[in-house]
């Protein structure tokens, strides 16, 4: 168990529609990533957070966007969703220390029907 | 042409074998480098952590890195069915607790019994 917790784990929506992917960091984790998997594709990294603060972006579309509460808890905000969003999220979490590693959590994985 | 380079797979070998995994990369700033395992349905799970070239053995598990080739290579020896799962190479110019990391698209290994 890495800790770091992912709900919900499966979504199912329409074309269209808008979703909320949740994120609970480790505990004494600042900084949240989200990643996207596709098949075949790797991990592409969308957005980083630290401490509340948008740090870093990658190529995340202008219809997604996040956020991190002051709890550290972070949310994937998705919306007008088209067929090919569907694929696995992940989020991961680290310490701000120089070569702390990211620790994952399980993903949610978005089905667009 | 993307900044790392894995190749996919699928990789089966019987049990007891030595796997090779190997990513190459193009982008030269890059100086930590990673390898994470992930089982279906889970999260990426960090297997090795290495810094600029060199090697580094963690039980049956060794990570080699050749930064004036660009190329970083996984050892599995003796490997097990349990060792069956997709493995990631990922990479960064910075720290890893500071940044997002940059992903190969992941080779799958099974291992059969």
């Keep these: 168990d890495s800790g770091v917790t992912q709900t919900p784990k499966h979504l199912i929506t329409a074309t269209g529609q808008r979703v909320t992917l949740r994120c609970s960091p480790r505990s004494g984790d600042l900084s949240v990533y989200w990643y996207q998997q596709s098949l075949d594709q790797g991990l592409q990294f969308l957005i980083q957070y630290y401490n509340g603060e948008e740090r870093a972006k990658g190529n995340i579309l202008e219809r997604f966007s996040a956020q991190q509460f002051p709890d550290l808890h972070s949310e994937l905000n998705l919306s007008s969703l088209e067929l090919g969003d569907s694929a696995l999220y992940f989020c991961a979490s680290s310490t701000e220390g120089s070569n702390q590693p990211q620790h994952f959590g399980d993903g949610t994985r978005l089905s667009i029907l | ?113």
Excluded at chain 2, 43 to 64: C, I, V
Excluded at chain 2, 84 to 96: D, G, K, Q
């Design chain 2, 1 to 113: 042409q993307k900044e790392v380079e894995q190749d996919p797979g699928p990789l089966s070998v019987p049990e007891g074998a030595i796997v090779s995994l190997n990513c190459t990369y193009s982008n030269s700033a890059f100086q930590y480098f990673m390898w994470y395992r992930q089982y279906s349905r889970k999260g990426p799970e960090l297997l090795m952590y290495t810094y600029s070239s060199g090697n580094k053995e963690d039980g049956r598990f060794t990570a080699q890195v050749d930064k004036s080739s660009k190329y970083i290579s996984l050892f599995i020896r003796d490997s097990q069915p349990s060792d069956s799962a997709t493995y990631l190479c990922a990479m960064s110019a910075v720290p890893t607790g500071r940044r997002a990391l940059t992903f190969g698209s992941g080779t799958r290994l099974q291992v059969q019994p």
